[in-house]
């Protein structure tokens, strides 16, 4: 089944010059949970699925989440060119399968990219035309509780993690938008990036994404 054959019949739309959206931002700021809040509200939008090679944590669904894949099967999809951007982050690969990005732009919705900083650097020089939104924790502790209250690091990853999470959000101003998900309102987060996806569409009518 192809990308556009998951949608339903009932709701296979189509809108003019679909966007590539890039919501990215430090581990633990609530990425996964605005874009399944935003996608629920608006199905215009379409979230992109992820492939690494992390393991699966408790909760988290195969295909569902992110694709779970060996290092094997991850280097044999980046060696035939089936992912848009990859990048290693804390010793685990991640990665955008393209054909996954096409098929949603080609049915006439709103593909959503999900991807660390380095993933969201590397669609901006390979698809200028993308839109990238930056999400921020309301503060740097809060974002430690949230990694904490995860339950899956350790203080040595919590400490690596903190630090990332600095720098990157000392680099947010290389993001078209930048927005703040405070804690426990991810409807607030997901509303406001679709007041700027349907923003930007006003104001670049003409806007192509060719990947």
């Known amino acids: ?3 556009e054959e998951a949608i339903p019949p009932d709701k296979r739309l189509t809108f003019p010059n679909p966007m590539l959206v890039v919501v990215s ?6 990425k996964s949970t605005i874009i399944a809040e935003l996608a629920h509200r608006h199905p215009q939008v379409v979230p992109i699925v992820t492939a690494t090679t992390r393991r699966r944590r408790r909760g988290e669904v195969d295909k569902v989440h992110y694709h779970f894949l060996s290092k094997e099967e991850f280097e044999a999809l980046l ?3 089936g992912l848009l951007e990859h990048a290693n982050v804390h ?10 990005v096409r098929g949603i732009l080609a049915a006439g919705r709103d593909a959503i990219v999900v991807p660390d900083p380095q993933g969201a650097r590397s ?3 390979l ?14 502790e809060d974002l430690t509780e949230r990694l904490k209250h995860r339950g899956s690091e350790d203080e040595a990853s919590l400490e690596r993690r903190r630090r ?3 720098r990157w959000i000392a680099e947010r101003d290389d993001y078209d938008h930048v927005i703040v998900n405070e804690t426990g309102h991810p409807e607030e987060a997901a509303e406001r990036i679709w007041e700027i996806i349907q923003a930007e569409a006003r104001r670049h009518p003409r806007r192509r994404v060719t990947i």
């Open 1 to 3: 089944m192809t990308p």
């Open 25 to 30: 931002g430090p581990s633990g700021v609530g």
């Open 79 to 81: 060696d035939s060119g």
């Open 91 to 100: 010793g685990n690969w991640y990665g955008t399968p393209i054909n996954q």
């Open 123 to 125: 669609i901006r020089s």
């Open 127 to 140: 698809v200028p035309d993308a839109l990238l939104i930056f999400v921020m924790p309301p503060t740097i």
């Open 164 to 166: 990332d999470a600095e």
